[in-house]
């Protein structure tokens, strides 16, 4: 499903205009790129996921084709992780609703 297709959808099951439903979306991407991009604040959506920015450490890695070692630097990553009921959903557990 593509970001056009999902507004559809929202704006289905919402009946909210797609304008309006675009503008909440792009609102929302907005809001979880200021969190990954400053880092020390996590969104989360109970039940459903949240995004953090994270650090990872310098450490040595190892190149897959020749197995010479390498120096892998520090870098900032983004981590989403499933909430619960994500998470009963794709187990089969729980209905979505």
Do not use: C, W, Y
């Amino acid at each position: 499903m593509n970001k056009s297709e999902l507004i559809d959808k929202i704006s289905e099951s919402t009946g909210v205009s797609k304008a309006d439903t675009e503008r909440v979306l792009k609102g929302f991407e907005e809001v979880a790129q200021q969190i990954v991009a400053t880092g020390g604040d996590k969104l989360t959506l109970t039940g459903f996921m949240s995004i953090e920015q994270v650090h990872r450490k310098a450490r040595t890695g190892r190149n897959p084709q020749t197995g010479a070692t390498i120096q892998v630097p520090a870098s900032n990553a983004v981590k989403l992780t499933p909430g619960a009921t994500l998470k009963d959903i794709a187990k089969g557990k729980r209905q979505p609703s």
